[in-house]
Every structure is written in structure tokens, then in C-alpha cells.
């Protein structure tokens, strides 16, 4: 039977790597005005020009900014994309802070100061405002946001009556105060903690309010200092957990105003920038609430805005964000408006944190999956499940040895006296099996191969093509064409100069020249400070 796809030649499977000459039809070594640089081909560079997420699972210190990331948030290649990015420990806002050649605006949330980087000042609810349409529902959005689900049945409770409540505190402080900042709010759970006068005027401008979950809550908060049971004790324990990082007077700094930007400047239909949400690794579980605040609040602006630039978010060490399901839901449906996720991970269990089905509804949802470094076997037999099974034919010298054996002694049985045309057809049956190759089924690659792949190899799954790709990844020192793009690495010294690939191939070292910025260049954030840097040679 001939089967329409082959089956009767790929009986047990037909997995592959795709050719240079399918990468090239999918349009993978064209670089558009949204493409994402993923790897290399035979030296040729990779880009994925799709709307839909990218899912990176590398493991630890496999190289994933060096062959990677870094290619992507220096100048020249996202250059019309805005780029929304969760930098722990700032070594990407630090080699990448020369955004000139591209015109483009470069904004910190810097709290601590890394890397000697501005310090720009952020209002991640600045939308909230009373004259605003949308401002009950995205009111309830930045709730969930900083009180996510835990999925613990015993926590609902809490949590959801949590949410009503720190919504209700937020509306009365909109409508007093026409904005709403994150320290405020905190300010203001405090207060209902601790009672008092203070609290008592800030419970009559909820009673006053003409809005009814206002009026309801107050009541139930009068009611509730009477009881003497814990569950009250238990919902004001989750919202001020929720926003315990708020009593840090350096992050409370950042997020107070004169404030710098707003999540709505990212929108901006004019020109495209780049935000770096700069956060030291050791806080990234405290600052969390906040990271997640932001993040949503650009999500909801962004899908409001789709005529503003793309958008490309990275978010490295995406499973610290526990809880956060809008990451599932950027790779879902964000690609409609303008958003598109590149979420890293260091194995795929790492997913579950973010959602119970995150792993599953990430990988099916990605547009771009890569995969290096894979050390953990689960992983690796994800990958070797994807790669699939191919058909093996090779030849099995034991049975066709016995096959051409016995064509010899056929004809030697003819001289005995055997009837020539019956051995004329057994020695043509025989003769076909001393020829004919045995198949069987294989992994594309094993598990064991996976964990085993070259450091300078990668897996690539991209819509478009027809089979995975093989590619290879290098530093991105290593590129002639990458030269004058970065600076250095603040946790590989030395910081005064950087190596480069020249265009003959060899690697010389030049300057960091920092001097007076130039009048062109005055009016961009990142250089308010009057200076600028730049690599000897390489001036804009």
C-alpha cells in the first residue's frame, strides 16, 4: 500500500533535522524588524520572526546571555522592538547600555544602585486613576497580581477576601488622592492593622464613598475588630505579606514619586525603548509582588495599545516569580497584542511554579522552543520525545552472510542432481535477503545524547519548520559583526576594556572611553547624568 506519508518507508518513525535549505525556506536566516536571534546554522545566524512566545530551558551556566540573550538586547538587532526585561543582577542592562546607533531610550529600576546604572523611578500603578473607564477592573487585576493563588484549598479563603479588601483600600485611596502608588497602599494597610484615628478618618472616606464595595468593607472591618476569632487575623495576614516588601525604604524609594516612567511610556506609538527591571538575585523572591506588578500592569496598557511598537519581554529566572500565571497567559494570547514572552527556565519542572499545567500549555503554545545545556533527565527525555523516532536501515552481516551461504549451496545442488528451476527461484529469494537491509526504530536522540550534546550545540523547534534544527551557538564576543555592540561584563573583569572579533578572525582589545555626551544623544534618560561610553573605535 502506498501510504500518503511515507509510513511504508518510515515504518517505525520518520524523525529528522531539518537541512540549511528548509531553515532557509521557514525564513530562519532572514533578519526582519522583530527577529529574535536564535542560534547559528554552518556560521549562517538564525533569526525567528513569529509573533508567538519563545521558550528557552538551558541549565545553570550553560551559557544562555553569552550565546544567546546577549545578541538580542544590543543595538542592531531588535532595534524597532521594545523590550521589557527581567534582569537578575543587572549584567544585561550592563552590557548592552549603548543603545545609540538605535536611537533608543534606555529606562532602569535600579533600586540598589547595580552596576553604577541610573536609578529611574517607576509608578507601576500610575493607570489607576479615578478618571479612568477601565479603573475597577484594573483595580482587580493589580490585586491578583500581588496575591496570586497559592492552590492550596485551605488558603482560598484567605486569599480571595484578601484581594476584596486591599481592593476596596486602593478605590478609596484613588478617589481621595486621584492616583494610587504601591507605598500608599501599604501605608494604608497598616493603618487598618493598627487602628487609631489615623484609621478611623481613613475608614470614614470609605463610608462616605459612593462605592458600594467600599461602604461594605468598612462595615465588615468595624464588625471585625469585635471578633475575636482568627480568620480575620488570617485575611489581613495575607495582604500585608503580600506587600511586605514595602518596608524596605530603598525599594519604597523607587516606587515613590518624582516618578521617572510609567508602564504607559512603554506604549509609546513614537519610538521604542528598552526597560530593565534590575533586582539582585538573593531579592527576587521579596521583590517579587512588585516585579509582578509591573509586568501586569504593562501587559494590560500594551493590549490597549496595539498600534505602539512590538514588544519583546525576557524574563530570565521566570519560575522565581511563584504564582504568576500571566506568564502562561503572555504565550496563550498575548502574540494579538503585540507582546511577545521569551521566557527562560533552567529544566521544565522549573514551569510549575508559575501553574499546575504550565509546562504543557508553555511548550504547545511557543512558537520558538530552544533547548541546551539540559542536565536533568527529565528534560532530556522531553527532548528526546519531541526529536521522535526514525527508521534505521542497515545491513545485518550475520543473516545475510547465511542467506548468500545457502545461494551457494543451491547451485552446488544442482550439480547433484536438483531440478534447476526450482533452484532457480530459491536462489533469487536468497540472493534478495543477502541484499536487503534490516530496519528498525530508533530515538533521534536518546535521552543519554541529549544530556551529552556539544556546549556549543543547541535544539531548535520553530513554527515553520518542518523537523528541529541542530544548530550551533557561540559567545557573542566570538562575532565579528557584534563588534563595538557590548560593554563589559560587570562580573567579568576587567570593566575598562572588551575583547572583540575582528573581521580577519583574530581578538584584540579595546577601550572603554567615557566621556561628556554629545548633544544628539543629551536627551535620552540614560544620560541625564551628562556622561556617556562607548567602545574605543566604534563611536556613533
Known amino acids: 500500500m502506498n501510504h500518503p506519508f511515507g509510513n511504508d518507508r518510515f515504518r517505525f518513525g520518520s524523525a529528522r533535522f531539518a537541512t540549511e535549505k528548509e531553515g532557509a525556506a521557514a525564513g530562519m536566516f532572514r533578519q526582519g524588524r522583530n527577529s529574535f536571534y536564535c542560534g547559528e546554522l554552518d556560521g549562517r545566524p538564525l533569526c525567528y520572526d513569529g509573533d508567538g512566545g519563545v521558550l528557552m530551558v538551558a541549565g545553570a551556566r550553560s551559557g544562555k546571555l553569552r550565546d544567546i540573550l ?3 538586547i544590543c ?3 531588535l532595534f524597532e522592538v521594545t523590550l521589557l526585561i527581567l534582569d537578575v543582577r543587572g549584567e544585561l542592562a550592563a552590557i548592552s547600555r549603548n543603545q545609540t546607533p538605535d536611537d533608543k531610550p534606555c529606562l532602569y529600576w535600579n533600586p540598589h544602585a547595580l552596576h553604577g546604572l541610573p536609578q529611574h523611578k517607576v509608578n507601576p500603578s500610575a493607570h489607576l486613576r479615578w478618571s479612568s473607564p477601565t479603573l475597577f477592573s484594573d483595580t482587580k487585576l493589580l490585586l491578583e497580581g500581588l496575591l496570586p493563588k497559592s492552590g492550596a484549598a485551605q488558603s482560598r479563603y484567605f486569599e480571595l477576601n484578601a484581594r476584596r479588601i486591599g481592593e476596596a483600600i486602593a478605590l478609596t485611596l484613588i478617589k481621595t488622592r486621584g492616583v494610587l502608588t504601591l507605598p500608599d497602599l501599604y501605608d494604608a494597610v497598616l493603618l487598618l492593622q493598627e487602628g487609631g484615628e489615623r484609621w478611623t478618618d481613613f475608614a470614614y472616606e470609605m463610608y462616605r464613598s459612593d462605592i458600594a464595595l467600599c461602604h461594605s468593607v468598612e462595615a465588615e472591618i468595624h464588625a471585625a475588630r469585635e ?4 480568620g480575620w487575623k488570617g485575611i489581613i495576614g495575607e495582604l500585608l505579606q503580600a506587600l511586605a516588601c514595602l518596608s ?4 519604597r524609594e523607587s516606587l515613590s514619586g518624582p516618578f521617572d516612567f510609567t508602564p504607559a511610556d512603554l506604549c509609546n506609538a513614537e519610538e521604542p525603548c528598552q526597560f530593565y527591571m534590575m533586582v539582585p538575585p538573593e ?29 519583546t519581554w525576557i524574563i530570565d529566572e521566570a519560575a522565581r516569580l511563584t504564582g504568576f500565571d500571566q506568564v502562561v497567559q503572555l504565550f496563550t494570547y498575548s502574540a494579538g497584542s503585540g507582546i511577545r514572552p521569551v521566557a527562560v527556565f533552567q529544566d521544565i519542572r522549573q514551569m510549575r511554579a508559575l501553574s499546575p499545567d504550565a509546562e ?17 533527565i527529565d528534560t532530556a527525555r522531553r527532548c528526546s520525545d519531541m526529536l521522535g523516532i526514525e527508521t534505521l536501515s542497515y545491513d545485518d552481516p550475520v543473516h545475510q552472510g547465511r542467506a548468500a551461504l545457502d545461494v551457494r549451496k543451491l547451485i552446488q545442488g544442482i550439480f547433484g542432481g536438483r531440478n534447476p528451476f526450482h533452484v532457480a527461484f530459491e536462489a533469487a529469494q536468497k540472493r534478495y535477503e543477502s ?10 536522540r536518546t535521552p543519554e545524547e541529549v544530556m551529552a550534546m556539544p556546549g556549543d550545540r543547541l535544539l531548535i523547534f520553530a513554527d515553520g519548520l518542518p523537523a528541529p534544527l541542530y544548530g550551533h551557538r557561540a559567545p557573542y564576543w566570538e562575532r565579528a559583526w557584534m563588534a563595538g555592540r557590548y560593554h563589559p561584563n560587570p562580573y567579568h573583569p576587567p570593566l575598562d576594556c572588551v575583547s572583540i572579533t575582528t573581521r580577519r578572525g583574530g581578538q584584540v582589545s579595546r577601550k572603554v572611553t567615557i566621556e561628556g555626551v554629545p548633544e544628539r544623544y543629551a536627551h535620552l534618560p540614560q544620560y541625564r547624568d551628562g556622561s556617556w561610553s562607548y567602545i574605543e573605535g566604534f563611536r556613533s
Open 227 to 230: 471578633d475575636s476569632s482568627g
Open 360 to 376: 504543557h500549555i508553555i511548550s504547545s503554545s511557543a512558537g520558538l522552543q530552544l533547548y541546551f545545556g539540559v542536565r536533568d
Open 70 to 72: 546577549a545578541y538580542n
Open 75 to 77: 543595538s542592531g538587532v
Open 248 to 251: 524596605d525604604p530603598v525599594l
Open 283 to 311: 531579592l527576587i523572591e521579596a521583590y517579587a509582588p512588585i516585579i509582578k506588578a509591573i509586568f501586569s500592569a504593562s501587559m494590560t496598557l500594551k493590549s490597549r495599545a496595539p498600534q505602539a511598537p512590538k514588544q
Open 435 to 444: 541484499r536487503h537491509l534490516t530496519k528498525q526504530q530508533r530515538k533521534l
